[in-house]
């Protein structure tokens, strides 16, 4: 069975820590992403990785960095957290032999 | 760019009734679609997807999707929902040709079911 694992159900966090968001998958995918999901606004792409120590910017990348050190994990990085960054946060990763991406339970940070 | 909408914020629905959520897309060339769905304080399942032939496409919970090219829409249905299936839906639509195949999300569409 596909497993994609985030950490951290629930995180809460103060302005101006440096925020650390893991995501690990267990199938050998070379694709993974993260996503910030808001009431109306769905799912929007922060970045995306295509392999190890490759990375894309997504849609809406300010204020976040990211890490693939290995395969398996994404790190998703907020250098400086805000109050406008609480959100739930959802790491995926993408078998592209069937072109599916896979989520994780997410993480829904607070900052206060 | 691509783009996808959901119209119906909110959806209600009473249990044994049938359904139908709504996706319309804008993408230049033959897009790939999906429905997924996500329950309160999980992550997102795929239901379902399109990528080509027949356009009528069959997920699991037993749900179905039709593909219409002439009105850019996939839309989700169900015959007979249950209480299970009160969740928030989202359609997504992804580029066949770009690299990693990001997806763009609906805006969601959250479903209640009455008993």
């Known amino acids: 069975d596909v497993k994609v694992t985030q950490s951290s159900r629930y995180l809460v966090k103060r302005t101006g820590e440096k925020v650390f968001l893991e995501c690990v998958q267990d199938?050998?995918?070379?694709?993974m992403f993260w996503y910030r999901q808001d009431p109306g606004l769905g799912l929007r792409l922060i970045y995306f990785?295509?392999?190890?120590?490759?990375?894309e910017k997504g849609d809406i990348p300010e204020g976040y960095s990211v890490s693939r050190e290995k395969k398996e994990r994404f790190s998703l990085i907020l250098e400086s957290a805000s109050t406008n960054q609480t959100s739930m946060y959802l790491c995926?990763?993408?078998?592209?032999?069937?072109?599916?991406?896979?989520f994780g339970a997410g993480t829904r940070l607070s900052v206060l | 760019a691509q783009s996808v909408t959901q119209p119906d914020i909110h959806i209600t629905v009473s249990e044994g009734a049938s359904l139908e959520l709504r996706c319309n897309y804008s993408?230049?060339?033959?897009?790939?679609l999906f429905w997924y769905v996500q329950s309160p304080g999980q992550g997102l399942q795929l239901l379902l997807k399109?990528?080509?032939?027949?356009?009528l496409v069959q997920g699991i919970k037993g749900f179905e999707a039709e593909f219409k090219r002439s009105q850019s829409s996939f839309n989700l249905r169900k015959p007979s929902v249950h209480w299970s299936d009160a969740a928030e839906y989202f359609c997504?639509?992804?580029?066949?040709?770009?690299?990693?195949?990001?997806?763009?999300f609906g805006a969601g569409t959250i479903l209640r079911v009455k008993s």
């Open positions: 995926a990763s993408r078998d592209r032999e069937v072109n599916i991406q896979y």
């Open positions: 199938m050998d995918h070379e694709n």
């Open positions: 990785s295509y392999d190890v120590k490759m990375k």
């Open positions: 993408y230049g060339a033959t897009p790939y």
């Open positions: 399109y990528f080509s032939g027949d356009t």
């Open positions: 997504a639509v992804g580029a066949p040709m770009e690299y990693g195949n990001k997806l763009v």
